[in-house]
């Protein structure tokens, strides 16, 4: 095989035992990689309705057969039942940890069962030991990677791992790898922590064969030139991180203020990423292989927030910013190293965070029941405080808050109104009142509330080269074909999901540019059609778990604050037509009103299986 390396580990942490499975050349081409083959092993093992602490759930960690043969390919995906939707879950990540797993011989690594001690995965070129955990059970990921990588002799061991968030089950934790990047949403690490493993520690020599090494070298050539280029990457990505979207996307109203109630806030100039480039910024940093180099690093020399360490992103900055009214950049920073070192999802932290003051100032929430803070908008050092609660589950108010928004509304038996919620997960920083595509996709993307499922958004900005398989391009407050752009655009991640290529670098790219990439890396010739019906099999699947989990079309909505207008901003006044753009979203994908995948689309698509799962014989 070429592009795999033709195997993973299985590791049953209830026996104590791992062993490697091979992986079939004709199950690879149909399933590609990343989260494919874990939703695939993920539908076919994991019952849709256990419990997701039980210990039949499972973690599938897989690169792709892309990974290193393409600039921005370094990412990796971890596929599991999540508590939070209670579905299917999905995460991704970049660093180096996906392609020092390919050099160290593997594609993926999945592990299931349940360890009686806490435990952690070493793995060194082909070679693989199960190793005792106990000193570093406590830690957080910082030291965790420093603990592990001087305890197994490799200073440049790539280390995957939890915190305290996730050895205690908030379904707010998330799993940390090279230093503070993130398999962020949907629970991962709690799940992770249920196991009682703490990390995966990966060191590789090898090398990765492809179907033409020599095409490979120049395809990584061409493409670079393409994203250096790419209008989203040359207007401000490099130079200023994600946070970009802070200071862009502020006139189009894209960017949710005061848990979505308002459409302007000037603080947004305090803690964009022109403020951070000239304030804090101490370098760019980069993933593996990558032009773009959008991480942060920073540094704060004195006051209460002083640390240097990795930065916040956009969405960090959104969560924790405006959508607080917290326009201290150094605050932020702060926060955004306490979940990192905790190993929480900063997206749902600060939303949950957000729900809370907003409870608070409505007479839902008590001072007792948060432990005497006074919460107040924009107020730094109180939203400090809470999170300090909620990453330790500490004291009353981390009982409440550290499963998130949706879990304490239910607790509490009100709040539910503000809530920002799809199937339980908290929505990210973009507004679907800005654009009305996204409203589509945070209402069918399977994992909840998600904008990096097929984040239609950038199609109708034009930052697409070209708009994959969109001809025509409508207004964004325009809901005509926006079901049509959103299943398109799912498909088209969905496919660099399995690849597993970065969203900024593969956005930069067309369909034609992964069929080459293919050829190339793995020698595999398909066409534009085959990669289609490959990338509707992979999206439907994913949902098809959903569906034996319970979940239908009542599932796929927004919640009311998301469809309340705004009196002020770019988005002002506005709402998305969901009833419209969700029927042609259904028609488009061949579902049912009742959002059910039919018999006859399963079928075309390759999954047999799955309509007689959802249809009978």
């Given at each position: ?118 435990v952690y995965l070493s793995v060194k070129d082909n070679k ?40 205690k089950k908030s379904k707010l934790a998330c799993i940390i ?441």
């Amino acid at each position: 095989m070429f592009g795999w390396m033709g195997k993973y580990l299985r590791v049953n942490l209830t026996e104590g035992k791992i062993k490697e499975v091979p992986i079939d050349e004709q199950w690879a081409k149909t399933w590609i990689g990343g989260s494919g083959f874990g939703a695939r092993l993920l539908y076919d093992e994991v019952p849709p309705k256990i419990d997701e602490f039980d210990e039949k759930n499972k973690l599938y960690f897989f690169t792709g057969p892309l990974s290193g043969g393409l600039p921005c390919s370094s990412r990796f995906t971890v596929v599991f039942k999540s508590p939070i939707s209670h579905g299917y879950g999905e995460a991704n990540s970049g660093g180096y940890f996906a392609f020092e797993m390919k050099r160290a011989g593997y594609d993926g690594i999945v592990i299931e069962g349940k360890s009686e001690k806490p435990v952690y995965l070493s793995v060194k070129d082909n070679k693989y030991e199960l190793r005792d955990a106990s000193k570093i059970w406590g830690q957080g990921t910082f030291k965790t990677q420093e603990m592990i990588r001087e305890e197994i002799g490799e200073k440049k061991a790539r280390v995957l791992c939890i915190g305290p968030a996730g050895e205690k089950k908030s379904k707010l934790a998330c799993i940390i790898n090279d230093e503070a990047r993130a398999l962020g949403r949907g629970g991962a690490g709690a799940v992770m922590g249920s196991k009682n493993f703490k990390a995966i520690a990966i060191k590789g020599t090898g090398d990765i064969k492809w179907a033409n090494p020599d095409a490979v070298k120049e395809q990584i050539k061409k493409y670079t030139h393409w994203i250096e280029i790419n209008p989203m990457v040359a207007l401000g990505l490099g130079k200023y991180g994600t946070e970009y979207f802070m200071d862009s996307m502020k006139p189009l109203g894209d960017i949710p203020i005061k848990n979505w109630q308002l459409g302007e806030w000037d603080g947004t100039d305090r803690i964009g990423g022109g403020a951070m480039y000239k304030t804090i910024l101490k370098k760019q940093t980069a993933c593996y292989n990558c032009p773009i180099r959008c991480g942060r690093w920073v540094e704060i020399k004195k006051g209460p927030y002083k640390y240097e360490g990795p930065g916040p992103e956009y969405e960090t900055c959104g969560t924790f910013g405006s959508l607080l009214l917290v326009d201290n950049l150094e605050a932020i920073s702060w926060v955004n190293y306490l979940c990192n070192d905790y190993g929480v999802d900063t997206i749902s932290t600060g939303a949950t965070v957000a729900w809370a003051i907003e409870a608070y100032e409505k007479g839902i929430i008590k001072k007792n029941d948060i432990d005497g803070i006074e919460l107040a908008w924009g107020n730094a050092d109180a939203v400090v405080r809470l999170t300090e609660k909620i990453v330790r589950r500490e004291g009353k108010a981390g009982q409440l808050l550290a499963d998130g928004s949706q879990a304490a509304a239910d607790k509490l038996g009100k709040g539910h109104e503000f809530l920002t919620t799809v199937k339980g997960l908290e929505a990210p920083m973009h507004d679907p009142r800005a654009f009305y595509s996204m409203g589509v996709e945070y209402a069918t993307a399977p994992r909840g509330a998600c904008h990096v499922t097929g984040y239609p958004s950038i199609a109708d900005m034009g930052l697409l080269q070209p708009p994959a398989g969109i001809t025509k391009r409508t207004g964004r407050f325009d809901p005509t074909g926006k079901g049509t752009l959103t299943a398109v655009m799912q498909d088209v991640f969905a496919v660099l999901a399995a690849g597993v290529i970065c969203m900024f670098g593969g956005t930069a790219m067309s369909t034609p540019t992964f069929l080459e990439a293919f050829r190339n890396c793995c020698g595999w010739n398909i066409d534009e059609l085959t990669l289609n019906i490959t990338a509707d099999r992979l999206f439907n699947l994913k949902w098809a778990y959903c569906v034996r989990a319970g979940m239908s079309a009542k599932d796929n909505r927004l919640p009311p604050r998301l469809l309340t207008p705004t009196k002020e901003g770019g988005q002002k006044g506005r709402v998305p037509p969901m009833d419209v753009m969700m029927k042609d979203y259904y028609a488009f994908r061949g579902w049912t009103e009742d959002a059910i995948p039919t018999k006859d689309r399963l079928i075309i698509i390759g999954l047999p299986d799955v309509a007689k799962d959802l249809w009978g014989a």
